[in-house]
């Protein structure tokens, strides 16, 4: 009877052993696109509850669109089959810029649609600079969303002459901010055509106006094909950052080191050098200091470390992704997994055998 026992708990340590990663299992992605709408009032619909959002998602769904509209925020009519935005009534620029990287970690978006400016003309707030504010919060959704498509708006008019002016000479500065942030970013025109009749109260627009602004923002979307697909497997040749999403947190090199041997490991998104990753023709994913991912030794066995070494063409540093987000390695077809599904700060990524939970599932951002 002992030795029995004996053996039995053998048997019981070898299968915790061999246990996946233990939190729940995240879905596939679906065709669903994430589109945030990224503003002030004027994207909340201060006056309108559900805004320009009303007929953007009238039209999307029309047109046989599968969205899903990501933010903090909900408001709206039922003719609004989701009411989720990032509309924040009030603000400025700066204060949108304090507070993206939150929301974009969050919600990772495949397309934001950005309209902001307004309360910085109207409450006069150095107008100077406003374009450049303007141009660093850009600069943060690039570095936060460097695969997602962004579309930035001339703002709406005011009624009241000297404002509008003011509001002329920022949008004039806004098609050359928008030319030198990559082909991903893009320019639309939220100021010309529109009258008297599309403002309610002197700064917000009427249910027209906001319709007038749906049918631009649809124009603009369907003008960019990509920003209505969904993106699962990294471009090759495209930087992109790779976030687990049962924890929205990124596959990080420790430390931002770059010695052969240095562990991978999710850490908060901040899309600094080391966690930009580029996929390679040849299934490798590059990153800081133009070290590859690698599994360690070439290992086969679950629990093998994932790690950085130089690049060297070897079959411990190609992988391939799944159309349900994992990233599988070529020399042991077993999938670069988050050791025990943890989501903290800090857990360090392994090989495992495919099992489709959570803790294997990396979103392009």
Not at 40 to 48: L, P, R
Not at 54 to 68: M, N
Not at 93 to 110: F, S, T
Request: with cysteine.
């Amino acid at each position: 009877m002992p030795e029995l026992i004996r053996l039995l708990f053998t048997l019981v340590a070898a299968l915790v052993t061999a246990l996946p990663s233990t939190a729940p299992s995240t879905p596939a992605p679906t065709g669903e696109v994430r589109v945030m709408p990224l503003g002030d009032s004027i994207t909340d619909g201060y006056n309108v509850p559900g805004g320009y959002r009303i007929g953007l998602w009238q039209r999307l769904v029309a047109d046989g669109r599968d969205v899903d509209f990501v933010g903090s925020g909900s408001n709206g009519p039922p003719s609004l089959g989701d009411h989720d935005h990032e509309g924040h009534s009030g603000w400025r620029v700066d204060q949108l810029d304090a507070a993206v990287a939150g929301w974009l970690r969050e919600a990772n978006p495949r397309t934001v649609l950005l309209h902001i400016g307004t309360n910085d003309v109207n409450q006069d707030h150095d107008l100077a600079n406003a374009p450049a504010r303007l141009s660093a919060l850009i600069d943060r959704i690039r570095t936060l969303a460097p695969v997602a498509e962004l579309f930035v708006a001339q703002i709406t008019p005011l009624s009241d002459p000297a404002r509008d002016a003011r509001v002329r000479a920022y949008n004039a500065a806004i098609p050359g901010i928008v030319a030198q942030k990559g082909p991903r970013t893009h320019v639309v025109d939220m100021h010309t055509g529109f009258t008297d009749a599309d403002i309610a109260d002197g700064t917000h627009p009427s249910a027209a106006g906001y319709d007038k602004m749906a049918e631009r923002w649809f124009a603009a979307l369907r003008s960019v094909p990509g920003s209505l697909t969904p993106v699962v497997v990294p471009p090759v040749g495209t930087t992109v950052l790779l976030s687990n999403p049962q924890s929205n947190r990124c596959l990080d090199v420790t430390g931002r080191q770059t010695d052969n041997g240095t562990g991978v490991l999710i850490w908060d998104c901040h899309g600094e050098d080391n966690q930009r990753w580029t996929r390679t023709a040849a299934g490798e994913l590059r990153g800081i200091g133009d070290r590859c991912l690698d599994v360690h030794g070439n290992g086969t066995a679950n629990g093998t470390r994932v790690q950085i070494w130089e690049c060297n063409g070897s079959t411990a540093q190609r992988f391939s992704f799944t159309d349900g987000g994992e990233v599988v390695g070529a020399g042991s077809g077993k999938c670069v997994d988050v050791t025990g599904g943890g989501t903290a700060n800090g857990v360090p990524v392994q090989l495992f055998e495919c099992n489709g939970g959570g803790a294997q599932r990396w979103a392009v951002r």
